[in-house]
């Protein structure tokens, strides 16, 4: 049986055009094997500039760019759900529950990639893998999947795993056959809180039957702390196997820069992950080259307060050194902080991954 076409997408505004740029450019570079001359880029707001730039890049490879409007599919969907909240400003991201919307009919795949991603490896085995009759495939998050299996957060689906949504791999004939439009649209009905509004949106609508699950190297999220203390903060929980953990942190095929007190993202100065370099030397093949590094994340965005100036430190010594057990002192200790001030100044929960009590 012959397998579908696998598409690549980003769904972005001016804002993230570096990034995604750059993320584009060490796909091509690491998988000239890429059957489809066309990429997918959901624009949220690209100016001709930036779009002549991302399609030099694409030219160079021998490839074209698509451009598709997203807002008239989730404009319609935030004015019917007016909870479902932007992220970072924008709607861009929450293009991705509703890419059987947007994306053509032909487009039966998808490898669906957030801005922040560097591809440094062939995803050759993606465009051939039997999902089993999944809708979604992505890889699982450790720490949060142990909460969900201990019935701390239960999700609206009822799957014992939570996945990161920064890499999907979209079967869209299934998603279609399967009706998960509707799933996601009978959540929004239900759920008013959104931790992080794409992710947690899909992991409450997407049953376990038509998930699955990807290697650990897709999402490769924790490359701003020490690879000791990667290998036991990724084998919490067993959600990953040994061998899975390793091959992750010796050879990522899809490395995701994830922002906030992880100071993983490299185009900031003061990043903390030990890929870094690799990111800058892919930076410097690109048309952005001559860009300097944006201001340091701690500086710009960072919320301030005992708590988060205590996470910061916090991931600052796990980035420095190997001790595993003092830095889950520091977390427990932070969490333990956490809930003292909701108590005791009785602040709003925080928001929700899962059902609403």
């Not at 039997?130 to 949060?144: C, F, K, S, T, Y």
């Not at 999700?155 to 399967?178: C, H, K, M, P, T």
């Not at 039957?209 to 990667?230: A, D, G, V």
């Not at 690799?278 to 690109?286: H, N, P, Q």
Request: aromatic residues 10%; glycine residues 6%.
């Amino acid at each position: 049986m012959n397998q579908p076409k696998l598409y690549i997408c980003y769904s972005i505004n001016d804002l993230a055009v570096m990034e995604a740029g750059i993320s584009m450019l060490s796909f091509l570079m690491n998988n000239p094997g890429y059957e489809p001359e066309e990429i997918f880029f959901i624009d949220y707001g690209i100016n001709s500039a930036n779009k002549e730039i991302l399609n030099g890049i694409a030219a160079s490879y021998g490839r074209s760019i698509t451009y598709l409007q997203g807002r008239p599919v989730t404009d319609v969907i935030k004015r019917q759900f007016p909870h479902l909240k932007a992220w970072s400003g924008t709607m861009a991201p929450n293009a991705k529950p509703f890419l059987d919307q947007i994306l053509p009919e032909y487009v039966e795949r998808v490898l669906f990639l957030d801005a922040d991603t560097l591809v440094m490896g062939s995803i050759a085995e993606l465009q051939h893998l039997d999902m089993r009759g999944a809708a979604l495939a992505a890889v699982p998050q450790n720490l949060v999947s142990v909460r969900v299996r201990s019935g701390e957060i239960r999700l609206y689906s009822g799957s014992s795993i939570y996945f990161n949504s920064g890499v999907l791999l979209i079967d869209l004939a299934v998603w279609r056959q399967e009706g998960c439009h509707s799933m996601v649209i009978d959540i929004l009905r239900k759920k008013k809180q959104y931790y992080t509004p794409d992710q947690t949106l899909l992991n409450n609508a997407i049953p376990a039957r038509l998930q699955y699950p990807l290697p650990l190297k897709y999402n490769h999220m924790t490359h701003h702390i020490h690879p000791r203390q990667e290998r036991y903060f990724l084998s919490e929980g067993h959600i990953h196997t040994a061998e899975e953990i390793e091959e992750a942190i010796q050879h990522p095929v899809i490395m995701h820069c994830t922002g906030g007190h992880h100071q993983a993202r490299p185009w900031h100065k003061g990043c903390w992950s030990y890929r870094k370099e690799e990111y800058l030397r892919y930076k410097a093949l690109s048309p952005w080259k001559d860009a300097p590094l944006k201001p340091d994340f701690r500086k710009t965005q960072q919320r301030k307060g005992i708590v988060h100036k205590g996470l910061r430190m916090m991931n600052w010594m796990a980035s420095r050194q190997p001790s595993y057990q003092l830095s889950r002192l520091y977390i427990e200790f932070f969490r333990a902080m956490l809930r003292w001030k909701r108590k005791i100044m009785k602040t709003p929960p925080e928001l929700s991954e899962g059902i609403e009590e």
